[in-house]
């Protein structure tokens, strides 16, 4: 009777330190999920937004200022993503967690000015965002350029696209 005691004691051992670590595993998968979320999501959102740019639908606002200022811009045209990446910029004071800024790698052809291509990139980062915010479910706690957007242990914002 006695080895069978030393085995069941044995054994909720073996199942206690299973689950200590299962537990502790958690937490790092948890916020690696996290990013893998964000970054498809970040992803998806320039996608996006270089769709909507290179069809050329906008609002009735941006289409006036672009058809009194930057015609160019209201014509189908060639843009590619080339990269979505990311960096950690340390933990936020205001917001107390993790800075993620993503930032965008695009190239099109030589006929815009950079003052157009700084409108095509605030179309992107602008989706990318919204992407992120919509995919955390957080629209509501960011304003209405979701700048910077928010997830559970993290604090989103966007670098200016870089054109290569």
């Keep these: 009777m006695d080895n069978k005691a030393q085995m069941s004691a044995e054994l909720l051992l073996l199942f206690g330190t299973l689950i200590i670590i299962l537990m502790i595993s958690m937490v790092f998968i ?52 080339v990269n979505v990446s990311y960096a950690e910029l340390g933990e936020d004071m205001n917001y107390d967690k993790k800075w993620i800024q993503f930032t965008v790698y695009a190239k099109t052809s030589d006929r815009f000015d950079n003052d157009e291509l700084v409108s095509i990139g605030d179309r992107i980062n602008y989706n990318l965002r919204k992407s992120v915010a919509i995919s955390f479910n957080t629209t509501q706690a960011t304003n209405k350029l979701y700048n910077p957007v928010f997830s559970p242990h993290y604090v989103f914002t966007t670098a200016n696209v870089k054109w290569v």
């Design 30 to 81: 948890a916020g690696e999920n996290e990013l893998n979320v964000a970054m498809a999501a970040a992803r998806n959102g320039a996608i996006e937004g270089l769709a909507a740019s290179s069809s050329g639908i906008y609002p009735i606002d941006t289409y006036r200022e672009y058809s009194n200022s930057k015609t160019g811009l209201l014509y189908p045209y060639s843009v590619e993503i």
